[in-house]
C-alpha cells in the first residue's frame, strides 16, 4: 500500500491531517514577532567649540 492508495482510501484522514497543519501554521504565524518600524538609531557626531 503506497502513500496513493492510502491517501484515497483514507480521505478524512488525510484531510483532518492538512487542516491541523494549516492551524498549527496560522497560529504559529501569530506568535511571530512584526515590527512593522523597527527602532534605528544612527550614528552621530557632535563638535563643541569654546
Known amino acids: 500500500m ?4 492510502f491517501s484515497l ?3 478524512v484522514t488525510i484531510s483532518m491531517c ?3 497543519v494549516v492551524l498549527f501554521g496560522l497560529v ?3 506568535r511571530l ?8 538609531s544612527y550614528p552621530s557626531l557632535t ?3 569654546r
Do not use: M
Open 47 to 49: 563638535v563643541e567649540t
Open 2 to 5: 503506497g502513500i496513493v492508495d
Open 28 to 30: 504559529a504565524f501569530g
Open 18 to 20: 492538512t487542516v491541523a
Open 33 to 40: 514577532p512584526i515590527n512593522l518600524l523597527p527602532d534605528i
Open 9 to 11: 482510501r483514507r480521505r
